[in-house]
């Protein structure tokens, strides 16, 4: 079944929405990341630990935003499929993905089936972090 007019404007609103806000929570972050020295962020105490939280806080807004860019990059990916008429059909098997899974995940690429099947077969062992 593919997508009904009305289905389809309330995804891609959905994903303007969501675009928007990474927009406005990056531009945030980056100004934040700019406004603040390390020597803010790690106080004026100069020992190991408190430079250990402070690389731990900047490498967690370094990864923030490169989580938000990456998501950025999907959410656009998907809005070039509504304008060239893809959107909504699996990439893999060509079936249409469900109104309810692109409601709960509005940048899949796959339907159901062919995503357990892609996480399954593309799933690596976890490798320790520290």
């Known amino acids: 079944m593919m997508l009904s007019k009305a289905q389809l404007d309330e995804l891609q609103r959905a994903l303007r ?3 928007a806000e990474f ?3 990056i531009r945030e972050d980056v100004g934040r990341e700019r406004d603040e020295s390390f020597a803010e962020v ?4 100069h020992d190991s630990a408190d430079e250990a939280v402070a690389d731990v806080i900047s490498d967690m807004d370094h990864a923030e935003v490169s989580r938000h860019l990456r998501e950025m990059r999907e959410i656009e990916a998907a809005l070039a499929r509504i304008a060239g008429g893809s959107y909504g059909a699996c ?3 060509g079936k249409p993905i469900g109104f309810e899974r692109l409601r709960a995940q509005p940048t899949a690429l796959r ?3 062919c995503q357990r099947v ?4 593309t799933a690596q062992a976890g490798h320790p972090k520290i």
């Open 91 to 93: 990439a893999q098997c």
């Open 23 to 25: 927009d406005a929570e």
């Open 17 to 19: 929405g969501r675009l």
């Open 42 to 45: 790690s106080g004026s105490v």
């Open 118 to 121: 892609h996480e399954k077969t």
């Open 111 to 113: 339907c159901f089936d």
